[in-house]
């Protein structure tokens, strides 16, 4: 049986810690390295790794200074001794069977990444659908692997630990998993997908998830988007390369509608806008893009205010 290794950052979850944990620990499969990696919380965090960790020789502490989700999993990479990754955020938890299933399944059929679906649940007890694309064990190979990029998280998954070769979580960035979820994709030559409910997924208000959408910190899921843009289209992903232009086309439409008068704004708007450029020539040169589909790109790019109006 192969080591596993599970990441979880922390950072001010007291509350919720504990029982993130104690899902890992309960899983089916036990061959787990758990680190739990402090990013200088505040609120006791801290100190409750260091108990939880008094109580199962699997679980390995990190204390550092507060520099973000990217660096706190990266700083939980650099000790990774594990075959495979596994990253859980620690307000979630996951059902007992989950890394088993992920595990076995990435055996049996020879994928670098296994996915799981995942529900999404809220402090107040209600739950939704947060992604599901099957409900029966699947495999996708070639291109049809890109198709998982509808959910760029990496929480829900497995990774074939060498695939983070010379790859890391952007330091600084929100949206860090759309940053590099492309790439490892790249990388991979299968993709195993479980079919069943794996992750639970907690959306509260004081996450970063849970903050408004269209502040500053919008422009680095337009980066990202745009980072994925560029490398499947330079590496001839040409279906999905298209799809994220068109990503990014709605992306930069959202920016021009909600924040392209706010201060602070404009620098990183003309940015965007370039990036926009590339998008929309590639949009315009495709034979898979309808017309109506190009004519709404094109009021974008030189009617943008009649394009807000519009659509």
Known sequence: MDLISVIVPVYNVKNYLKKCVDSILSQTYSVLQVILVDDGSTD??????????KCDKRIQVVHKSNGGLSDARNAGIEIAEGKYFSFIDSDDYIEPDMVESLYKLAKSTDCQITISNMKRFFSDGGIETFYEPVNQISVYEADERFETLKQPSVCNKLFLAELFNDIQFPKGKFYEDTFVYHELLYRAERVGLTGKVGYWYLSRKESITGKERYTIRYFDFLEAVSKRMHFLNEKNVKKYGIEACLSYYLAFSSAERYLK???????????????????????????????????????????????????
């Open 261 to 311: 008068d706010n201060a602070g704004c404009r620098e990183k708007m003309l940015n965007a806008r370039e990036e926009y450029v590339y998008a929309y020539k590639i949009i315009l040169s495709s034979t898979d893009i309808s017309w109506k589909q190009k004519v709404k790109a094109a009021l974008l790019l030189y009617c943008p205010k009649f394009h807000s109006i519009l659509f």
């Open 44 to 53: 006791g965090s801290g100190e409750l790794c260091d108990l939880l960790a």
